[in-house]
Nanobody, 116 residues
Framework: VQLVESGGGLVQAGGSLRLSCAYS????????MNWYRQAPGKQRELVAT????????YYADSVKGRLTISRDDAKNTMYLQVNSLKPADTAVYCC??????????WGQGTQDTVSS
């Protein structure tokens, strides 16, 4: 599986971003997909998960209510909509594809910077 993120950039606080994660290759092996982020000087944080059927969705408490994860298998793309952006949302956002053995393939990441 190969993953490519896009959609990052510089946004003012209060704005929105939609990140995309295009997946290709052996996509049949994907059981779930995740978005992680790592802010400067902080540990990497799992912010959202969606299973391959969309039947289970998880959001971290730190972002609940402001994020929406979704996927369009017809386009082989997963999305992360982030609303009401805060400077604390500044981070590198990475998507992962996870198989049944909970092994993750990582994308290269996309930088999101939120200015106050």
């Amino acid at each position: 599986v190969q993953l490519v993120e896009s959609g990052g950039g510089l946004v003012q606080a209060g704005g929105s971003l939609r990140l995309s994660c295009a997946y290709s290759g052996s996509t049949i092996s994907i059981n779930a997909m995740n978005w992680y982020r790592q802010a400067p000087g902080k540990q990497r944080e799992l912010v959202a998960t969606i299973t391959n059927t969309g039947g289970y969705i998880y959001y971290a408490d730190s972002v609940k209510g402001r994020l929406t994860i979704s996927r369009d298998d017809a386009k082989n793309t997963m999305y992360l909509q982030v609303n009401s952006l805060k400077p604390a949302d500044t981070a590198v956002y990475c998507c992962t594809a996870q198989d049944l053995q909970v092994r993750n393939v990582w994308g290269q990441g996309t930088q999101d910077t939120v200015s106050s």
